[in-house]
């Protein structure tokens, strides 16, 4: 008897990148079978936070050559979801429309609150946190959210209206921020982490989701000669950051090689990390290579009500 395997795509509109993964499922379990993103940074493209035609249109070109994909895989089930960049435009509503408009597809646009509870699901179906109190940290391109968990159940999130681009492009002036941009970048985390309070309770437990948090474990394995890319301690971070603000000749060729598309923003993305770590008074983080698209996939698929 023949068991029937399905397969679901996921197109993930994020701040920095445009992802595009098929899952395939088997009794209630999937995995990722092809996996694409396209580096679009939707963030450098708002300005006066409204986003320009062209970022609208790059958006748009991406996503038409994503379906194409789909075709070709004669994939008939979809999911497509925005975050940041395109929740904090105040013209996001015709953007949706632009988008849904011209390439068919139907978008969720995510709130903070969803993105942070996606999270959490992404996280459920790598880890068995049963019983831990912890804290996720989710550095994107336009957002940050940190949501804190008690005896492994969802609590609560809170997402901050700054990513590693979006703050990148607010505060630096050429690739590397210096260190008096450093100083600033650091000042407005600190704000912002005030407006947006989240509760602090003693934990020892932080994990790290999405690319900027995941390139920090690439970074340090390769730059500390580790055998794991899963955890990074707050002095790895430290020495990372100072190496890359004094220009480690070493430490910016290794980033070259690893993550060439993040080396404008990954500083940015480390110090906004530093700041949320020095906050929750957390010394190490353990990386989860699932996140949002993986939570969001899992959520839809059950039908659960998460707004």
Request: charged share 30%; glycine share 6%; hydrophobic share 35%.
């Amino acid at each position: 008897m023949s068991i029937e395997i399905r397969k679901y795509a996921v197109i993930d509109i994020g701040s920095n990148t445009i992802r595009f993964n098929i899952y395939k499922m088997n009794k209630k379990k999937y995995k990722t079978i092809s996996t694409k993103k396209t580096f679009a940074g939707l963030s450098s493209y708002v300005e006066d936070d409204i986003m320009s035609d062209f970022g609208i249109n790059k958006a748009i070109k991406i996503l038409k050559k994503y379906k194409k994909i789909m075709n070709e895989f004669e994939i008939e089930d979809y999911f497509v979801f925005a975050t940041a960049a395109i929740r904090n435009a105040k013209n996001s509503k015709d953007i949706i429309k632009r988008l849904e408009d011209e390439t068919s597809f139907k978008l969720d646009l995510l709130s903070g609150k969803m993105e942070g509870f996606c999270d959490y699901h992404g996280l459920l179906m790598e880890r068995d946190i049963k019983g831990e109190d912890a804290y996720i940290v989710d550095i994107g391109g336009g957002s940050t959210e940190i949501i804190y968990i008690k005896d492994g159940e969802y609590v609560d999130s809170i997402s901050l209206p700054e990513g590693s681009l979006s703050i990148y492009k607010k505060n630096v002036a050429s690739i590397i921020p210096t260190f008096e941009e450093s100083y600033i970048i650091e000042e407005q985390v600190t704000k912002l982490l005030k407006e947006y309070p989240i509760k602090i309770e003693k934990v020892d437990k932080l994990y790290g989701i999405g690319g900027t948090i995941r390139a920090s474990g690439n970074i340090s394995q390769e730059f500390y000669g580790k055998d794991t890319n899963k955890h990074v301690s707050d002095q790895e971070l430290e020495k990372l950051i100072l190496g890359f603000i004094n220009n480690d000749p070493n430490l910016l060729k290794k980033t070259l090689q690893i993550v060439p598309e993040r080396i404008h923003t990954q500083v940015t993305g480390m110090l906004i990390l530093r700041r949320v770590l020095k906050l929750l008074d957390i010394k190490d983080i353990d990386i989860s290579k699932n996140g949002v698209r993986e939570g969001y996939l899992n959520l839809k698929l059950k039908e659960i009500d998460y707004d």
